[in-house]
């Protein structure tokens, strides 16, 4: 092999191994969303402590909705009424405002890792792939080689 085919050959070669990189890359956004649910958690006990309740749900179909205590899943109310029907419920039900939403409980995140090696694009895509409901734990586990209930404490 000749000295220019040596020092191509050199140049192609990844400065680490990129699965290593993504998996990194992985473990990072991980641990990234771990400190963020923290301190949502931290933030809805407070809240709970104050005397408000958090509740979740919403719109379910074209006038349909719903509302659950976002704590222990019960079904506060359901209706058809549009959000004229929800907010009306939603008031008589709540008359004080001591209800919060879960989409409104706000806490700051943490900024996205870098990792070396991985594009913005990609390090965005991974991102994605981590907040798919169809993504498993079990794959994310096997793939980054860690247990499967240290990624489910993490997600």
């Not at 004229?84 to 939403?101: K, M, S």
């Not at 409104?104 to 070396?116: F, G, I, L």
């Amino acid at each position: 092999m000749s000295e220019s085919d040596r020092a191509r050959t050199r140049a192609v070669q990844p400065a680490q191994n990129r699965t290593d990189s993504v998996c990194a890359h992985i473990q990072a956004l991980l641990s990234v969303q771990a400190r963020d649910m923290q301190r949502r958690d931290a933030a809805i006990q407070a809240l709970q402590a104050q005397g408000r309740r958090v509740v979740d749900g919403g719109q379910t179909g074209p006038d349909s909705w719903e509302i659950r205590d976002w704590n222990t899943g019960d079904e506060l109310a359901r209706g058809d009424g549009g959000i004229d029907g929800y907010d009306a419920v939603a008031e008589r039900l709540d008359p004080d405002g001591t209800w919060v939403h879960i989409d409104h409980v706000e806490v700051e995140s943490d900024p996205r890792p870098v990792t070396a090696g991985i594009p913005g694009s990609l390090g965005a895509a991974l991102d994605d792939w981590l907040s798919m409901t169809s993504t498993s734990d079990e794959d994310i586990a096997e793939f980054i080689g860690w247990p499967v209930d240290k990624v489910r404490d993490h997600r």
